[in-house]
């Protein structure tokens, strides 16, 4: 699997779980991860022609909203369970994943310069 399928991934569980954890809480902060979804949607285009800026704008918003889910969302939903620790879990999962993805390609693409 490639760092922009793996991307594709992790975007559509960003919108589809943000949208799903606003329209059972109805508070906006839900809408953050639908935000950086888009934005990493936005990105998958030059992450197939292997542009190295897209990439690492990327990289910088799975970064961004992994450190936000697993340090501000992570111990809230930990503490109240049920379905919200679950929607963190999927969301924390999808964005783990990507980023080992985004580190392989960058090494591997490292690698083949040399």
Known sequence: MSASKVNILNSICLITVGLWGY?????????IPVGFGAALAFCIP?????NKVIAHVAVLLTFVILIA??????PKSIDQGGL?????LLM??????SMV????????NRKAKS
């Open 84 to 88: 919200g620790l679950i929607r963190v």
């Open 92 to 97: 924390t999962g999808t964005c783990a994943l």
């Open 46 to 50: 030059g992450l197939k022609k292997e």
């Open 69 to 74: 889910l697993v340090g501000m969302r992570l």
């Open 23 to 31: 329209l059972e809480v109805t508070s906006p902060t839900a809408l």
């Open 101 to 108: 993805y985004f580190i392989k390609s960058f090494i591997a």
